[in-house]
Nanobody
Framework: QVHLVESGGGLVQAGGSLRLSCAAS????????MGWFRQAPGKDRESVAA????????LYADSAKGRFTISRDNAKNTVYLQMNSLKPEDTAVYYC????????????????????WGQGTQVTVSS
């Protein structure tokens, strides 16, 4: 079993930055590919970014490219999402997800790809 706890959400003005963290426990962290998803009010959950077990490969949704950066520190069992140039449309609950095994270049964006989920952290971007 893997336990994921997100933190770092909050209220920020448009154009600002936030860094989300997701701390994992319960399994060797470098055996997990990690992803970030988000869900805005009234919308389906959507993928944001994913990272391979050692951090050498990253994948991004079009909405995140150029503004968000996913990274991980395997010594700290933590994955991060650095979000810059935030927009009001980035307002959502952000979820961390873990997959046992390697990252999937195709399919990484599907919820069903992941085995474990955190509870989410709210990000609100004001205009």
């Amino acid at each position: 079993q893997v336990h994921l706890v997100e933190s770092g959400g909050g209220l920020v003005q448009a154009g600002g930055s936030l860094r989300l963290s997701c701390a994992a426990s319960g399994r060797t962290f470098n055996s997990l590919a990690m992803g970030w998803f988000r869900q805005a009010p009234g919308k389906d959950r959507e993928s944001v970014a994913a990272i391979s077990r050692k951090g050498g490969s990253t994948l991004y949704a079009d909405s995140a490219k150029g503004r968000f950066t996913i990274s991980r520190d395997n010594a700290k069992n933590t994955v991060y999402l650095q979000m810059n140039s935030l927009k009001p449309e980035d307002t959502a609950v952000y979820y961390c997800a873990a997959r046992v095994g390697q990252i999937l270049p195709t399919g990484w964006e599907r919820e069903s790809t992941y085995d474990y989920w955190g509870q989410g952290t709210q990000v609100t971007v004001s205009s």
